[in-house]
């Protein structure tokens, strides 16, 4: 599953990291820390800007993919949840979490952030959100997950609400001393899928995953029946959300 999710999982807008290096006052040298690494792929976008990386991740799987891609003396990958690793108080100048975040214990992942980073320091936690309004074979989409009887959530069905985690963000910070000024920001990008990368990714997804065997097969092929019809190609819009704060 680890290498799945490495193959078929997007990355990152290069603006969104370059933003929340010059935010956090980070240089090449500066220590961060990364709740959630997975198989690496927001790691290896910070490390090529020359930042000392504590890789956390709580799946050996996940964390060997990573080490393997990532060669890398400055990055250090440790088997732990955020909660649970030993890091020193002010010994990062940089916090971040992609994808990640909503998987720490709401306050004391906060909390822990306010301990770990330095003054002036910043904590960034992003996540990758489909915009399905802008996607063609969208009713079509909905016609194959309304047939295995699928409810309203996950983040790929169509139907969902816009995710939006500014509102939860700016509660948690606030009522943590030592983090301030949260705010958030977007960032569009699109990527195309041919059928079978598309199934890939559906196939990383937790609530894809879970259900019952002859559902997700039936599903599976309803959504790819829908991609070939349409010339054997998806493209996606996302909107990548950033959430942000700073120590003080």
């Keep these: 599953m680890a290498r799945q999710y490495d193959r078929a999982r997007p990355s990152y807008p290069a603006a969104l990291v370059d933003e929340v290096i010059a935010y956090a006052g980070a240089r090449p040298g500066s220590c961060a820390v990364e709740a959630g690494a997975g198989t690496g792929k927001a790691t290896a976008l910070f490390a090529e800007r020359g930042l000392r990386i504590t890789a956390i991740e709580p799946s050996p799987e996940m964390a060997e993919v990573g080490a393997a891609h990532l060669d890398d003396a400055r990055v250090r990958f440790v088997i732990s949840t955020f909660e649970r690793a030993e890091l020193a108080p002010h010994s990062a100048r940089l916090i971040f979490s992609a994808q990640a975040w909503h998987w720490v214990e709401p306050l004391t992942g906060e909390r822990i952030a306010a301990r770990v980073l330095e003054p002036g320091g910043a904590i960034a936690c992003f996540?990758?959100?489909?915009?399905?309004?802008?996607?063609?074979?969208?009713?079509?989409?909905?016609?194959?997950?309304?047939?295995?009887?699928?409810?309203?959530?996950?983040?790929?069905?169509?139907k969902l609400a816009?995710?939006?985690?500014?509102?939860?963000?700016?509660?948690?910070?606030?009522?943590?001393?030592?983090?301030?000024?949260?705010?958030?920001?977007?960032?569009?990008?699109?990527?195309?899928?041919?059928?079978?990368?598309?199934?890939?990714?559906?196939?990383?997804?937790?609530?894809?995953?879970?259900?019952?065997?002859?559902?997700?097969?039936?599903?599976?092929?309803?959504?790819?029946?829908?991609?070939?019809?349409?010339?054997?190609?998806?493209?996606?819009?996302?909107?990548?959300?950033?959430?942000?704060?700073?120590?003080?």
């Design 162 to 248: 816009e995710f939006d985690f500014t509102a939860a963000w700016r509660e948690r910070v606030s009522a943590v001393p030592g983090l301030g000024a949260p705010e958030s920001r977007t960032y569009g990008w699109t990527q195309s899928y041919s059928t079978a990368e598309y199934i890939a990714l559906l196939g990383t997804h937790s609530d894809h995953i879970l259900l019952e065997e002859s559902r997700r097969i039936a599903l599976f092929g309803a959504v790819a029946a829908v991609i070939d019809e349409a010339g054997g190609s998806i493209e996606l819009t996302y909107s990548t959300q950033l959430c942000l704060a700073r120590a003080i």
């Design 127 to 158: 996540w990758n959100r489909v915009d399905w309004s802008r996607c063609a074979l969208r009713r079509r989409l909905d016609t194959a997950y309304a047939s295995v009887r699928w409810g309203d959530g996950g983040l790929m069905a169509p």
